[in-house]
């Protein structure tokens, strides 16, 4: 069974930085494609970084230069670090798999909130 939980999500000045967690079970972070979304409020949920099993990263060009997502092998932990953040990144962030079939999995989330 797929679980992932979020965590370190918190509050920041404008200009911070945070460093967001997505903790794996069932699967094996490092062989799928794993995702970072976002959902602020009253908006719909958006992508904001993927990274596919040969390591290579895609980016939503609100975040490119600004947010790098990266997993570790030994932790089986997805990671999203956040650098230079601004007030329109406030929202809650979710990670994701997408199982063979088309079944998302997803965490709890985490919220994120920027102050300016």
């Known amino acids: 069974q797929v679980q992932l939980v979020e965590s370190g999500g918190g509050l920041v000045q404008a200009g911070g930085s945070l460093r967001l967690s997505c903790a794996a079970s069932?699967?094996?972070?490092?062989?799928?494609?794993m995702r970072w979304y976002r959902q602020a409020s009253g908006k719909e949920r958006e992508l904001v970084a993927t990274?596919?099993?040969?390591?290579?990263?895609n980016y939503a060009d609100s975040v490119k230069g600004r947010f790098t997502i990266s997993r570790d092998y030994a932790r089986n932990t997805l990671y999203l670090q956040m650098n230079s953040l601004k007030p329109e990144d406030t929202a809650v962030y979710y990670c994701?798999?997408?199982?063979?079939?088309?079944?998302?999995?997803w965490g709890q989330g985490t919220q994120v909130t920027v102050s300016s």
């Open positions: 990274i596919i099993s040969g390591g290579t990263t």
């Open positions: 994701n798999y997408r199982r063979y079939d088309g079944a998302d999995f």
């Open positions: 069932g699967i094996i972070v490092s062989s799928y494609v």
